[in-house]
């Protein structure tokens, strides 16, 4: 899980997350302006999603990024994922907070 909090209003974090995610097949759930879930397709992951929901603190809003997996895999392989998992969800959230707040 990745958080962050943005000096945006939550509307203005939405435009620029659906933006930067376009629309997708994968989309499980999209749910304006709080809540955004998608299927992640990765070999060898047996199930996997990413939810980001956005908190509305009136002129500003808070972001949370957070991956969910179910897979039989080695611990380094899984540490390995999960690191990706976790610098792609920092990516998104900082392309967000920038995109909100220019």
Do not use: F, K, N, Y
């Amino acid at each position: 899980m990745r958080e962050r909090h943005v000096a945006a209003p939550r509307e203005a974090a939405w435009v620029v997350l659906l933006h930067l995610l376009g629309s997708s097949p994968d989309d499980l759930s999209v749910e304006p302006p709080w809540r955004h879930v998608r299927r992640l397709t990765i070999p060898g992951v047996e199930h996997g999603e990413t939810t980001v929901t956005l908190r509305d603190d009136g002129p500003e809003c808070h972001l949370a990024w957070c991956a969910g997996l179910a897979a039989e895999v080695d611990d380094t392989t899984a540490d390995a994922l999960l690191d990706q998992l976790a610098a792609d969800g920092e990516e998104l959230l900082g392309r967000v907070e920038r995109g909100a707040t220019a």
